[in-house]
């Protein structure tokens, strides 16, 4: 059965408490059982991680390489900034989409950037949950 990794970044875990007015009200929870029930109907297994720390993002996604077919990443912030991101995912070979809840282009000047993006197979961005199901559908459905 194919393997695929959801990795949520920092400050995702106060989902629901968290500006609820740009990332709603649901909590990690409500999405991550989501996330499980979609995997089972997609007859996909679907491992879910969460940290705050970059280090610890970076050794999930270089073990990913060895166990998952594909990475969903929500990286938070470091999406704007972390090259060291960036460079492990693209060190891994395995296809990641880049997930965001809100819609990055129409907030804060910074969050139009993403450095993440050349390396990763494709980025949905504004649709709140959904943007993680899709994501899960596309390397599910990948070849
Ligand atoms: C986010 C958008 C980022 O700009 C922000 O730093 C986050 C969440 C999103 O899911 O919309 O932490 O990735």
Redesign the pocket.
């Known amino acids: 059965m194919k393997k695929i990794l959801v990795i949520h970044?920092?400050?995702?875990n106060l989902l629901g408490e968290r500006e609820p007015g740009i990332?709603g009200d649901r909590s990690i929870d409500a999405l991550n059982s989501s996330l499980i029930d979609l995997a089972r109907e997609l007859g996909v297994e679907c491992e879910i991680f969460h940290s705050n720390h970059e280090g610890a993002i970076i050794d999930k996604l270089h073990s990913a390489r060895k166990t998952h077919c594909g990475v969903v990443i929500?990286?938070?912030?470091y999406?704007?900034y972390s090259y060291a991101i960036r460079d492990a995912i693209a060190a891994i070979k395995i296809p990641c989409i880049e997930?965001?809840?809100?819609n990055?282009f129409a907030?804060d000047e910074f969050?139009s950037t993403s450095v993440i993006a050349p390396v990763c197979l494709g980025s949905i961005?504004g649709l709140g949950f959904q943007s993680y199901y899709l994501a899960l559908r596309a390397l599910a459905e990948t070849e």
């Open positions: 970044g920092p400050n995702l990332y929500n990286a938070g912030a999406t704007h997930v965001h809840i809100s990055v907030r969050r961005s």
